[in-house]
């Protein structure tokens, strides 16, 4: 299962290149889809649609059938939708970025729930995380690579081509490397199953407040650094293109650092919620200081990587749910917290983009001060997160008494 989990690892790399991506060739799908700064937003946004919305069918199916057919499905139709995206047509690209989401989601679920099933339980956190490194090292790909791409010439298409072609191959690899017969042959009717699973679920206090916490935490990077972070280091402070390019993309670097440390951290500690309230304000002080803090007081890079581990603490609510639900609904919960968390990316960047044109107002070019004025709520939110985190029941190891998860067969 090693092989499989590190096919499904190499999956959840590439939709997160493609979440990423947009952010360093803005100007160039502006130009492309004839639509502004603004609207482009919007276009990418559909990813999160797509993928808010799958990942509550692929924790149920995956729970049911496996992964052995709907992990390469997912990297198909992740593949098609990068394809689609090409085209340079407005509606094809649309209908191709919800397709991302849509297979996306199964990436996600599905790698998550490899680390989470097949392996020691005392490790979940860190092989969590560590699945979560996969993702994080493709969205810091998504800009650090492509950006120095695309300024070196490469059409804007031509990389959404060639990576629809690179999730087709994938998609084949994971039919030939997943184990067969990896779960039970499907009796009955399984979306009632699939139903009781997600009615369990979601009924869980534990569950809807894991998907706050995590969307919370989430949405920093996934707005703010993924989709307005190269324009906000060249329109805010005045960088190059290159330079705002790896400027921003330490952020994903640091997740890459953030996801498994903070998960081996907290399976060490054998608690979760102190581990994600430290994360919680360091990613806090690290937003206000991007947005108010003076430029050229810190090394280059530092405060970008000090973003991305901290943000890494959105992760361990995956662990959280995990251990708050019965183990017959792992991928279930994992898909509830996935949707969650990313709702709040799929509602609120248009409304963020909003803010920052009701900021600029009339004014050609955006400035400092209308970045802050937009984005400040994030602050808002990271604090809001923390809060809510003490509501959160501890399910480490070392919580006392030990958390008591009922055991429900899911017919």
Request: with cysteine; proline share 6%; aromatic share 12%.
């Amino acid at each position: 299962m090693v092989a499989g989990w590190l096919v499904a690892a190499v999956f959840y790399f590439l939709q997160y290149s493609l979440r990423s991506a947009p952010s360093v060739m803005m100007p160039q799908l502006s130009e492309g889809f004839g639509l502004t700064a603004v609207g482009v937003a919007s276009l990418v946004g559909v990813f999160y649609y797509g993928y808010s919305t799958f990942s509550l069918v692929a924790g149920p199916a995956i729970d049911r059938f496996g992964t052995r057919l709907l992990l390469p499905l997912g990297a198909a139709t992740v593949g098609v939708g990068a394809l689609l995206f090409a085209t340079g047509n407005q509606e094809a690209a649309t209908i191709g970025r919800f397709f991302q989401g849509v297979g996306g989601a199964f990436a996600a679920v599905g790698a998550l729930y490899i680390a989470s099933n097949y392996f020691e339980p005392s490790k979940a956190a860190t092989l969590i995380g560590a699945t979560q490194m996969f993702g994080m090292a493709g969205g810091s790909a998504g800009q650090f690579v492509v950006g120095p791409l695309i300024a070196g010439g490469l059409p804007w298409n031509r990389f959404w081509m060639g990576m629809g072609v690179a999730g087709l191959v994938i998609a084949g690899l994971l039919l030939a490397l997943l184990p067969r017969d990896e779960k039970p042959a499907a009796s009955g009717d399984w979306l009632v199953s699939a139903g009781r699973a997600m009615s369990l679920v979601l009924r869980n206090p534990q569950s809807i407040l894991c998907g706050i916490v995590s969307g919370l935490l989430f949405i920093p990077t996934t707005i703010f650094d993924m989709v307005w972070g190269v324009r906000y280091m060249q329109e805010a402070h005045g960088f190059d293109y290159a330079s705002a390019v790896i400027r921003s993309a330490t952020v994903p670097l640091g997740w890459i650092i953030g996801c498994p440390l903070l998960g081996f951290v907290s399976d060490r500690l054998g608690r979760r919620k102190p581990v994600i309230v430290a994360g919680a304000l360091v990613l806090m002080a690290s937003l206000v200081w991007i947005l108010f803090g003076a430029v050229g007081v810190l090394p280059p890079y530092v405060i970008g990587i000090i973003t991305g581990i901290a943000s890494g603490a959105a992760m361990l609510p995956y662990t959280v749910i995990k251990e708050a639900n019965p183990p017959a609904v792992s991928g279930t919960a994992t898909g509830v917290v996935n949707f969650l968390n990313f709702t709040f990316s799929a509602l609120l960047g248009p409304v963020f983009a909003g803010l920052l044109q009701d900021a600029a107002g009339p004014a050609r070019e955006m400035t400092r001060a209308h970045y802050q004025t937009a984005f400040l709520p994030l602050v808002y939110g990271v604090g809001l997160s923390i809060v809510l985190t003490f509501f959160l029941r501890e399910t480490g190891r070392a919580a006392a008494p030990p958390v008591q998860i009922a055991q429900r067969e899911i017919a």
